[in-house]
T-cell receptor, first 113, second 111 residues
């Protein structure tokens, strides 16, 4: 079943602005991870937030997690042209073990110079 | 820092042929995962291994099999290839319930 759903599917903003992407999921999770993917390239791990955490920061990235609403958001501040990419949330279902991640459909972010 | 290594990076096969993809995890990572990403799609989990034993199974077709070896590298074997198997195949590794780090992927084209 489809787990993560991202919103919006596409986002175009001006360089320097902030970009916010949202992700919703359906089942209980151990953690939620955000990845970046440049066109046809590998997935770059950005940040992991555990189910008992509500907010996490890493450089220009801020991630929030609301387990009651089964949703997460990724905020990129002071965007740069190099941030242009697709962003995916991925959930690790509750239960432990080497579970595969369930990815959302992704948000395609375009930063206009 | 060492990353996940995948080989080959590109592979072209004909229908009904067999392909083998290889993955070398980050040193000291004990878990390997395989994912398939079709054009314009999100990655789909196929299968994972922890300490050389199959751990979790996703949407892996019966025509595909995988294993993890004593040196922790993993191989994904794909038989009777179909046009629909054309995709990016990613391997990821992790150290026990932590972040999964992805390799650069193998682009498989079936003609």
């Amino acid at each position: 079943s489809q787990q993560g759903e991202e919103d919006p599917q596409a986002l175009s903003i001006q360089e320097g602005e902030n970009a916010t992407m949202n992700c919703s999921y359906k089942t209980s999770i151990n953690n939620l991870q955000w990845y970046r993917q440049n066109s046809g390239r590998g997935l770059v791990h950005l940040i992991l937030i555990r189910s008992n955490e509500r907010e996490k920061h890493s450089g220009r990235l801020r991630v929030t997690l609301d387990t009651s609403k089964k949703s997460s958001s990724l905020l990129i501040t002071a965007s740069r042209a190099a941030d242009t990419a697709s962003y995916f949330c991925a959930t690790d279902a509750y239960g432990g073990g080497a579970d595969g991640l369930t990815f959302g459909k992704g948000t395609h972010l375009i930063i206009q110079p | 820092a060492a990353g996940v290594i995948q080989s080959p990076r590109h592979l072209i096969k004909e229908k009904r042929e067999t392909a083998t993809l290889k993955c070398y995890p980050i040193p000291r990572h004990d878990t390997v995962y395989w994912y398939q990403q079709g054009p314009g799609q999100d990655p789909q989990f196929l299968i994972s291994f922890y300490e050389k034993m199959q751990s979790d199974k996703g949407s892996i077709p019966d025509r595909f099999s995988a294993q993890q070896f004593s040196d922790y590298h993993s191989e994904l074997n794909m038989s009777s290839l179909e046009l629909g198997d054309s995709a990016l195949y990613f391997c990821a590794s992790s150290a026990s319930d932590s972040e999964q780090y992805f390799g650069p992927g193998t682009r498989l084209t079936v003609t």
